[in-house]
């Protein structure tokens, strides 16, 4: 079993950045690919950045690539999630999950454990 805990949305204007935070509890997190999500009112969760168990790959949606960077610090069982450039689209709640293995996937369905979201909101 694993948790997870997001942090550091909020309401921040259009070009500003944000770090999203994920910490993590419970069993080995080097077990675990990682993924960030998001999903606005209204839509389906999309996929949005993935990194494997050792942080050497990493996948990002075309969307966020250049703007976006999925990183994680095995020791402190956090993955993050820095967000540049923001624009009014990238507005939704993120949500943070883990996979059972250790290589990196787009697919949701392949992820076994998530976080409550935490809400990013941008202004124009």
């Known amino acids: 079993q694993v948790q997870l805990v997001e942090s550091g949305g909020g309401l921040v204007q259009a070009g500003a950045s944000l770090r999203l935070s994920c910490a993590a509890s419970?069993?080995?997190?080097?077990?675990?690919?990682m993924g960030w999500f998001r999903q606005a009112p209204g839509k389906e969760r999309d996929f949005v950045a993935s990194i494997s168990w050792s942080g050497d790959s990493t996948w990002h949606a075309d969307s966020v690539k250049g703007r976006f960077t999925i990183s994680r610090d095995n020791p402190k069982k956090t993955v993050y999630l820095q967000m540049n450039s923001l624009k009014p689209e990238d507005t939704a709640v993120y949500y943070c999950?883990?996979?059972?293995?250790?290589?990196?996937?787009?697919?949701?369905?392949?992820?076994?454990?998530w976080g409550q979201g935490t809400q990013v909101t941008v202004s124009s």
């Open positions: 999950a883990a996979r059972s293995y250790r290589n990196y996937d787009t697919r949701s369905a392949l992820y076994n454990y």
């Open positions: 419970g069993r080995t997190f080097t077990n675990y690919a």
